[in-house]
């Protein structure tokens, strides 16, 4: 993954989209990170989050190239 220092916040949503999201990313060169607090905490033991809000991420020198992706996806 290119590291440009920051990760930007890019979508929030459901299991099913965001792994949609991911895959479409991978397709086009961008890589993105999982975080689902929900799936996190409960493997800590303990419960964060809601299971409907994981959020997707990449760096930030590929956010505007990933918020297309998105758009095309979820508009």
Do not use: C, H, W
């Not at 895959?23 to 993105?32: F, R």
């Not at 809601?50 to 930030?60: C, D, G, Q, Y």
Request: aromatic share 6%.
């Amino acid at each position: 993954m290119k590291n440009s220092g920051r990760l930007i916040l890019i979508y929030t949503g459901g299991e099913v989209i965001i792994q949609r999201l991911k895959a479409e990313l991978e397709q086009k060169g961008i890589n993105s990170i999982i975080k689902d607090r929900f799936k996190e905490g409960i493997a800590a033991g303990f419960v964060d989050g809601v299971p409907s809000a994981i959020r997707l991420f990449v760096n930030e020198s590929d956010a505007e190239k990933a918020l297309e992706v998105v758009k095309a996806i979820v508009d």
